[in-house]
């Protein structure tokens, strides 16, 4: 595809993981045995909050607690006001970290928000958080500016994940290549990441250099975050808690993939989504609710056989 048209990695990547399910069905095999095999089975979810007030995150913490929830991603940045910001995480910390201890996994995610003097401003206030329990900024500037991130990785002790930075495997080489004796993590989601096919190049990436990877979701159905999965499960160097397959919980989905792999472990009391193990993808599609989505057809005939 990438010798036919250049870039455009969201497209490509619907066509690539459709190869991957058509092979997966000929072959009778799930994705992730094509990929090598799992190397687990299931993943605990990461829940993403809006930008609010810190009370407002309290009271939506409390219950996402309760349904099994210990990873949260606070979206930050439509709300300029640094100080709150800091306050939220903070609020968080305090108010939950005495029941979750450690486990409780806190991601300032900024969507590229901030400059680089407000990124700043934000990791200083979140340092003395850092003894406290897992913490790590998401992709605080833009992704116009990668210098900015690996100068903020100089000036900061607060791990950085890299999400709309990473599209291309340069860049995730790049990524690599620059960040010294530290190991922040990466973000991962497979649309973004131009599919199955170039997802894995950067997992490999991050293979070589020991880079953890989160993986996350855009406003996709439950056929991406299918792919992402199968992904998941066999990438060598994944962050150990909380990854985000949220966008089934959210839309109404084309697949059945949330109510059928998404359960509260009685053990654990974590919330977690579990690998399908049909062939290819292993999920079904509701043709009814893809209808409601659709607003164009095209059908794509062999040439040489019509
Ligand atoms: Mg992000």
């Not at 989905?253 to 949330?258: I, L, N, Q, R, S």
């Amino acid at each position: 595809m990438d010798a036919i048209i250049p870039g455009n990695p969201q497209a490509k990547a619907a066509i690539d993981i459709a190869c991957w399910d058509i092979l997966g069905k000929k072959l009778g095999a799930p994705i992730y045995q094509l990929l090598g095999g799992p190397l687990r089975t299931s993943l605990d979810l990461l829940w993403p909050m809006g930008d609010q007030e810190p009370e407002k995150d309290k009271k939506e913490m409390k219950k996402k607690i309760e349904e099994g929830y210990k990873t949260f991603m606070f979206k930050m940045g439509a709300i300029k006001d640094i100080d709150m910001q800091i306050e939220r995480i903070a609020t968080a910390r305090e108010s939950f970290g005495k029941k979750l201890g450690k486990e409780l996994v806190i991601v300032p995610d900024a969507n590229q928000a901030f400059t680089k003097d407000e990124a700043i401003q934000l990791l200083r206030g979140l340092e003395p958080l850092q003894s406290k329990g897992p913490l790590f900024v998401e992709q605080p500037v833009s992704k116009e500016r990668p210098q900015d991130m690996i100068s903020l990785q100089r000036q900061t002790s607060i791990p950085l994940s890299i999400d709309e930075s990473l599209v291309t495997v340069k860049d995730a080489l790049h990524f690599a290549q620059q960040q010294g004796d530290r190991r922040d993590e990466a973000n991962v989601k497979v649309v973004k990441n131009g599919g199955i096919s170039k997802a894995m190049e950067t997992i490999g990436v991050a293979k070589l250099y020991g880079i953890p990877i989160l993986f996350n979701s855009m406003l996709e159905t439950g056929v991406a975050q299918a792919a992402a999965l199968h992904l998941a499960a066999v990438t060598p160097t994944l962050y150990p808690s909380g990854h985000c397959f949220m966008s089934t919980l959210r839309l109404k989905d084309v697949t059945t993939f949330a109510s059928s792999l998404i359960w509260k472990e009685k053990a654990s009391g974590l919330l977690m989504v579990h690998l399908p193990t049909g062939p290819g993808l292993g999920i079904s599609l509701d043709e009814e609710a893809l209808e409601t989505y659709t607003v164009d057809k095209r059908v794509i005939t062999d040439d040489k056989k019509a």
